[in-house]
C-alpha cells in the first residue's frame, strides 16, 4: 500500500516562496509521482511530475519557470519549490503517485495525499 504525506503549504504574499514535500511510503519505484491542485469552484489541475527512476520532469505552462518538482530517494520525498507566487496559485495541492502512463490526467494515479492548503495574497 502506498501512502503520501504533504506538508509545508501556508499563507505567504505575492512574489514569495514555498516549498511543498510530499513523504511516500510503499512501493513507488517504477511510478512517477505529481502535484496537482485545485482552487475553489475549478477543476483538479497538473502541476508537475517527475519519475522517481531516472528523474525526468514535467511541469505545467502555467507554472514553469516558477516551480520546480525533485525528489530525493533516500528520504523516499518528492518536492515542489514554488518561486514568485501569483495569488492565482492559491489552491490545495496533492501529491499523488501512478504508474498508468497519463502523468498529467489524475486518472492516471492511483494514490493521493490529503493536500496541503496555499493561500497567496497580493
Known amino acids: 500500500q502506498v501512502q503520501l504525506v504533504e506538508s509545508g503549504g501556508g499563507l505567504v504574499q505575492a512574489g514569495g516562496s514555498l516549498s511543498l514535500s510530499c513523504v511516500v511510503s510503499g512501493r513507488t519505484f517504477e511510478m512517477y509521482m505529481g502535484w496537482f491542485r485545485q482552487a475553489p469552484g475549478k477543476e483538479r489541475e497538473f502541476v508537475a511530475a517527475?519519475?522517481?527512476?531516472?528523474?525526468?520532469?514535467y511541469v505545467a505552462d502555467s507554472v514553469k519557470g516558477r516551480f520546480t518538482i525533485s525528489r530525493d530517494n533516500a528520504r523516499n520525498t518528492v518536492y515542489l519549490q514554488m518561486n514568485s507566487l501569483k495569488p492565482e496559485d492559491t489552491a490545495v495541492y496533492c501529491c499523488a503517485a501512478g504508474d498508468k502512463g497519463a502523468f498529467t490526467d489524475p486518472l492516471g494515479y492511483d494514490y493521493w495525499g490529503q493536500g496541503t492548503q496555499v493561500t497567496v495574497f497580493s
Open positions: 517527475i519519475r522517481w527512476s531516472g528523474g525526468s520532469t
